[in-house]
């Protein structure tokens, strides 16, 4: 079979694009280290509910008055599912995940974080307006994936 010059070269081409892809995630994936994006740092996933502080999730006040709030998610909800908080409230939620691959979402706002299992991700956020707030889930997790959603109460 005959193969045009042109023709080779361009499957030549595409077969060195994909060795530069290839060596590209390979050196993202285990030299620059597999994570998900964020401040995040490592967790047993199979030990969430007795590792501290994800025992008790929930609200902590801080000192100086900010707040920060431990979430767990597994399908298909959060744990705790609503936090109220005064208005003006600086909030660092962290968030791991107990099952499979999850996604912390306070749509308007800046909050957004992939939830992987082992990991332990944060974000943090000022409400300065009262209202109530939804967290969603943006990761599809299964079934249940569009009912997985929780609420923050600023008042
Ligand atoms: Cu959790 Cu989708």
């Not at 996933?45 to 000192?63: E, Q």
Request: net charge positive.
């Amino acid at each position: 079979m005959h193969i045009h010059r042109y023709e080779r070269l361009w499957i030549w081409i595409g077969v060195a694009t994909l060795g530069v892809f290839f060596v590209l995630l390979a050196y993202l994936g285990v030299s620059a280290g597999l994570a998900p994006p964020g401040h995040n740092w490592p967790i047993d996933p199979t030990k969430v509910y007795s590792t501290p502080p994800f025992d008790h999730p929930g609200l902590r006040r801080r000192a100086d008055g900010s707040y920060d709030a431990y979430y767990v998610a597994q399908v298909f909800s959060w744990n705790p599912s609503t936090i109220t908080i005064p208005v003006g409230a600086k909030v660092t939620f962290y968030v791991t995940s107990a099952d499979v691959v999850h996604g912390f979402s306070i749509p308007d706002k800046d909050v957004n974080l992939e939830i992987m299992p082992g990991w332990v991700n944060s974000a943090t956020h000022t409400f300065r307006t009262p209202g109530t707030f939804l967290i969603v889930c943006n990761q599809y997790c299964g079934i249940g994936h569009q009912g997985m959603f929780g609420k923050i109460i600023v008042k």
